[in-house]
């Protein structure tokens, strides 16, 4: 974690040309919220907040633009999922979806 401004900035390590596609940035009365959070891959990552009755599950997604699909996309949605469902149905899931390319 790294404050940046009034924010704090969660990021991880990035691919091997040191880019990353998700990250979060957190304003400090929330910060003492986060529990967790896990960079999966370069496109796939996840925060987890302290809720009031249950944690919050925030997965920040990015994938390439359709033109851009290939045999990876298969692979892509499959860890997706794995990811996904990794979580207890008890706690709240927000899925942060975005394309780029």
């Excluded at 990015?62 to 045999?71: A, N, P």
């Amino acid at each position: 974690m790294v404050r940046e401004g009034d924010y704090n900035f969660f990021y991880g390590k990035g691919n091997e040309n040191h880019q990353l596609r998700t990250e979060y940035f957190a304003h400090p009365r929330i910060v003492s919220a986060v529990k967790r959070v896990e960079f999966v891959s370069d496109g796939k990552s996840y925060l987890v907040l302290r809720g009031c009755w249950c944690n919050i599950i925030i997965l920040n997604v990015c994938t390439q633009s359709e033109e851009k699909c290939d045999d990876s996309n298969d692979s892509f949605y499959e860890e997706l999922g794995q990811v996904f469902h990794h979580f207890p149905k008890y706690r709240v899931k927000i899925p942060l979806y975005f394309k780029w390319g």
